[in-house]
């Protein structure tokens, strides 16, 4: 194996003679010269917004709007994590204990809502963190030595209590992302356009947050509770999901059961791009299995000469 950093991936090269994905362009950062190299196999993984980018980008007579992507639907369905709502606390006990390093360490709250059955105005659900911990606050009072000793102070304060929501926004037709027309990068590739929002499932979804999780720490002797709304434009968290869709129905996805594209089996995709939904959870160890997954199967189709 060689590897090649400072390299931008311009395009997927396509043989309309084979059939099949034949290679990729990569220009170099630096000088910006233009290389091709060529495999039997290519697997995309460059993260969802520029997987969506580089399948875009690699048109030709058989594919002229993006590599596989005759469904229409490369770029759509595009979907990300809410961390919009967040909620604090203090709690008035536990005095002689304090923090020690990362403990205490932060805690998880699964998911909740909609679980079995649908029982709120909004569909799906949100996870949620939690954390926790003793603060010094040092007091800069004095001058010369009186300061300094007075910033040495530490005094702990009360035990500060937080979460965050990590909700699920819908993937729909209307959160996608395309080429631009005009702008171009600095290796001359198309930026692109993301036309993402939020909806009103999303803002039912933050409110039911603050609802419920005002409730719990109410109940576990929380005080001075306080919820926020950050108002951020979407995609200003991360865990970015979508464009290109598993489905079994090559008329409404991009990619089979084992992320390979329909239209050009030999190219797998196997990054947040894949997925069809973005759940409540962190998803990267999905994803690393999900590619282990497409590895092996990848593997049995070249001993078998299938790709």
């Given at each position: 194996m060689v590897l090649r950093p400072f390299s931008v991936v311009?395009?997927?090269?396509?043989?309309?003679?084979?059939?099949?994905?034949?290679?990729?362009?990569?220009?170099?950062?630096?000088?910006?010269?233009?290389?091709?190299?060529?495999?039997?196999?290519?697997?995309?993984?460059?993260?969802?917004?520029?997987?969506?980018?580089?399948?875009?980008?690699?048109k030709s007579g058989r594919f002229p709007n993006g590599l596989g992507n005759d469904s229409g639907v490369l770029g759509k369905y595009f979907a990300f994590h809410n961390y919009r709502?967040?909620?604090?606390?203090?709690?008035?006990?536990?005095?002689?204990?304090?923090?020690?390093?990362?403990?205490?360490?932060?805690?998880?709250?699964?998911?909740?809502?909609?679980?079995?059955?649908?029982?709120?105005?909004?569909?799906?659900?949100?996870?949620?963190?939690?954390?926790?911990?003793?603060?010094?606050?040092?007091?800069?009072?004095?001058?010369?030595?009186?300061?300094?000793?007075?910033?040495?102070?530490?005094?702990?304060?009360?035990?500060?209590?937080?979460?965050?929501?990590?909700?699920?926004?819908?993937?729909?037709?209307?959160n996608f992302v395309t080429?631009?027309?005009?702008?171009?990068?600095?290796?001359?590739?198309?930026?692109?356009?993301?036309?993402?929002?939020?909806?009103?499932?999303?803002?039912?979804?933050?409110?039911?947050?603050?609802?419920?999780?005002?409730?719990?720490?109410?109940?576990a002797g929380f005080t001075e509770i306080k919820t926020s709304d950050s108002k951020q434009a979407p995609g200003l968290d991360i865990h970015e999901m979508g464009g290109v869709r598993m489905g079994r129905d090559p008329k409404t996805s991009m990619l089979n059961k084992w992320n390979q594209l329909h239209a050009c089996p030999n190219v797998f995709i196997t990054d947040g791009a894949c997925m069809t939904s973005t759940s409540c959870q962190n998803p990267s160890l999905t994803y690393m299995a999900i590619t282990a997954r497409a590895c092996d199967y990848a593997v049995s189709q070249m001993k078998k000469n299938e790709i």
């Open positions: 311009h395009s997927i090269i396509y043989d309309e003679k084979k059939n099949k994905a034949t290679g990729v362009r990569v220009i170099d950062s630096h000088t910006k010269e233009m290389t091709e190299y060529y495999a039997r196999i290519i697997f995309v993984n460059a993260a969802a917004l520029n997987t969506n980018l580089i399948l875009l980008n690699s709502a967040h909620i604090s606390g203090i709690y008035d006990g536990f005095k002689d204990t304090t923090t020690a390093g990362g403990r205490p360490t932060s805690a998880y709250i699964p998911r909740f809502r909609n679980v079995h059955r649908q029982e709120t105005d909004f569909l799906r659900g949100y996870a949620a963190g939690f954390s926790g911990g003793r603060y010094s606050f040092p007091k800069p009072e004095g001058f010369g030595a009186a300061l300094k000793e007075s910033l040495a102070k530490k005094d702990p304060g009360p035990w500060r209590v937080g979460s965050h929501m990590m909700g699920e926004t819908i993937p729909k037709v209307t080429l631009d027309p005009n702008k171009k990068d600095d290796w001359g590739i198309p930026q692109l356009d993301i036309s993402v929002a939020y909806d009103d499932n999303d803002e039912k979804m933050v409110k039911d947050f603050m609802e419920q999780l005002s409730e719990m720490y109410s109940k």
